[in-house]
Structure formats: structure tokens, C-alpha cells
T-cell receptor
Framework: AQSVTQLDSQVPVFEEAPVELRCNYS??????LFWYVQYPNQGLQLLLK??????LVKGINGFEAEFNKSQTSFHLRKPSVHISDTAEYFC????????????FGTGTRLAVRP | DAGVIQSPRHEVTEMGQEVTLRCKPI?????LFWYRQTMMRGLELLIY????????DSGMPEDRFSAKMPNASFSTLKIQPSEPRDSAVYFC?????????????FGPGTRLTVL
């Protein structure tokens, strides 16, 4: 069965600093990987996804993530964060077989300080 | 498009009462998902539908929970009777298809408090 581990429950960072949010997954087959963002009092919104091809995926709001099959990781990065990036970030995995469901990690709260 | 619409946004009820949460998916989307979010358990998939048919309800916690999708534009999640441990934020999401590579679009959620 697939599972997702987000190692950090909370990441504080100063504005304009770089940030990396870590995500590791476990699956016995090929996977699709996603990052979703949840702003306060809102639903989740897709940031980016990896399906196949290039292992470096670019998403909205300047975020990118790199798929590393050997390390079973899909870490999310941004070179310079803004106050408005303060939100909860969820990594999710699907095993890629038709119709399989998403399994979400427990989330990482990014707190950007001025 | 208005996005996924959920109602009510907030619900406060007493233990033992019936609660009905409502969802209108994005027009043209064929799949609909119900999730529950709590601090303790994170985001859990409860059930999902494809073309109005329930595909996987293995996440439904117990018989007190039921979900229906009578047509392509409406779904309900019912809890009867409700218990304090059901307090959570319930999200509805829709996607074009049930295939795993499709983006899911989430509604704003319903915050349920059971006293």
C-alpha cells in the first residue's frame, strides 16, 4: 500500500529566504506525486504534479519539486518565499494504476515571518 | 465557473442529531470525492464516486456515515446519529475523471462541530 511521510510538521522561515519542504513516499509500483496547498479557511489547491518525464517539475507561485526515485522523495522548494506563502502544504501520492485514489501526507505548515 | 460549492460552511449540532452536508461539483466533472480533515488524522478520503456511482467507500468510518450522489450536480454526506468525535472539516472535491493523474478541485469545506 502507498504511504506518504512529511517529515516536518512546521517550517518557520523569514521572508525572501529559500525553503524546502520534505516529502517521502513508499510504494511498490510506479507513482504519481502531487503537492497541494491549503490557505487558511480554504480548500486545497494543486501546486504541481509529477506524472512522468522530467524529474524537475515547476508549479504555480514559483514553487518547484524534484522527483528522486532512488530516494523515494519529492521535496518542494522555493528560492525566495513571500509572506503570502504562509499556508499548509500537503504531499500526496497515487500508485498510478487507473482509478487509484490519492493518499495525503499529514501536512507541513509553512510560516513566513517578515 | 464557481468551483466546487459546499453547504453549509459551518454546522454546529448536538450529539445524536442527523447532519447532512451538501456538495455541488464543477460542471462537467465526472468524479466526486468526500474527505475529512482533523488534527489527529489529517486528510482522509471517505468515499468517491465516478459517474454518480460509488467506487470506493472503504474510508467511511462506520455505518453512521452514508453518502449519495443522485445526479451529476449534487452529492450529500449524512451522519446519523452524530457524535462529538465526528467534529472535523469535511471537504468535497471533484475532478474530470477518477484517473489518478487528474487534478482534484476542492470546495471550501464544511466545519462540523458536534457538541
Amino acid at each position: 500500500a502507498q504511504s506518504v511521510t512529511q517529515l516536518d510538521s512546521q517550517v518557520p522561515v523569514f521572508e525572501e529566504a529559500p525553503v524546502e519542504l520534505r516529502c517521502n513516499y513508499s510504494s511498490s509500483v510506479s507513482v504519481y506525486l502531487f503537492w497541494y496547498v491549503q490557505y487558511p479557511n480554504q480548500g486545497l489547491q494543486l501546486l504541481l504534479k509529477y506524472l512522468s518525464g522530467s524529474t524537475l517539475v515547476k508549479g504555480i507561485n514559483g514553487f518547484e519539486a524534484e522527483f528522486n526515485k532512488s530516494q523515494t522523495s519529492f521535496h518542494l522548494r522555493k528560492p525566495s518565499v513571500h509572506i503570502s506563502d504562509t499556508a499548509e502544504y500537503f504531499c500526496a501520492v497515487s500508485e498510478g494504476s487507473s482509478g487509484d485514489k490519492l493518499t495525503f501526507g499529514t501536512g507541513t505548515r509553512l510560516a513566513v515571518r517578515p | 465557473d464557481a468551483g466546487v460549492i459546499q453547504s453549509p460552511r459551518h454546522e454546529v449540532t448536538e450529539m445524536g442529531q442527523e447532519v447532512t452536508l451538501r456538495c455541488k461539483p464543477i460542471s462537467g466533472h465526472n468524479s466526486l470525492f468526500w474527505y475529512r480533515q482533523t488534527m489527529m488524522r489529517g486528510l482522509e478520503l471517505l468515499i468517491y464516486f465516478n459517474n454518480n456511482v460509488p467506487i470506493d467507500d472503504s474510508g467511511m468510518p462506520e455505518d453512521r456515515f452514508s453518502a449519495k450522489m443522485p445526479n451529476a450536480s449534487f452529492s450529500t454526506l449524512k451522519i446519523q446519529p452524530s457524535e462529538p468525535r465526528d467534529s472535523a472539516v469535511y471537504f468535497c472535491a471533484s475532478s474530470l475523471t477518477w484517473l489518478a493523474d487528474n487534478e482534484q478541485f476542492f470546495g471550501p469545506g464544511t466545519r462540523l462541530t458536534v457538541l
